[in-house]
């Protein structure tokens, strides 16, 4: 499979579609994750860190995934990294959506609809991803810790990524998050699922 670029491109060069693809990718995150948390069967390593805060604090799920962003956005300072509009972006509507759609989305008793939201969740996640990554308007707050961590002590993504998801699972397993059969499945699906999707919704640059 081809290699994608995604190095971020300037604001104005085919906003008409990069724009709408980034917020719109970044709605459906928030609601893939909202749909993984309704599930009850296990979160992704970060949303697991941040149901253990919002249990912990007066904050919304939402909230909480806000200030975790601007907190590991602060991070990004002694990495130079720099942010650009979906950084921002990626903090203020995944927060908004994740919380909106919680408040439609009902938690399942029965373990048939919970297993069809993780799946549809975990799937969703990938084209969402796919698609804000794929906009080219700069890495969310996570992701650009991961690559200025990468650039800055010259380790694999592999290493850096992977500390960094035990380091954010292990506590908020110790604060209460909800780890199981769905955080194995996130693992396991997200980055094959993300790399399906990125060739078709990834911004080429035009000759």
């Known amino acids: 499979m081809a290699v994608v670029d995604l190095r971020p491109l300037p604001v104005t060069r085919d906003p008409a579609r990069r724009l709408p693809q980034l917020l719109g990718g970044l709605a459906l995150y928030g609601l893939s994750m909202a749909m993984q948390i309704r599930a009850g069967l296990g979160l992704n390593p970060w949303d697991v860190l941040h149901e253990g805060l919002a249990e912990r604090t007066p904050l919304s799920f939402g909230a909480v995934t806000a200030v975790t962003g601007v907190l590991v956005l602060l991070l990004w300072i ?26 439609v989305i009902p938690a399942p008793d ?20 796919a698609a804000y990554v794929g906009a080219r308007l700069g890495p969310g707050p996570r992701d650009g ?16 990524r992977t500390g960094i998801e ?30 399906l999707f990125l060739p078709f919704l990834a911004v080429r640059e035009r000759p």
């Open 166 to 195: 035990v380091l954010v699972l292990a506590s908020g397993w110790l604060l209460g998050g909800t780890v199981g059969v769905g955080t194995v499945l996130y693992a396991l699906a997200i980055g094959p699922l993300t790399q």
């Open 78 to 103: 002694p990495l130079r990294q720099r942010p650009g509009v979906g950084t921002v972006a990626n903090v203020v509507v995944i927060a908004v959506a994740v919380d909106a759609a919680l408040l």
């Open 145 to 160: 810790l991961m690559t200025g961590l990468c650039a800055r002590t010259g380790w694999s993504v592999r290493v850096v």
């Open 110 to 129: 029965a373990l048939a609809p919970r297993i069809a939201l993780l799946v549809g969740g975990v799937l969703l996640n990938g084209v969402a991803t």
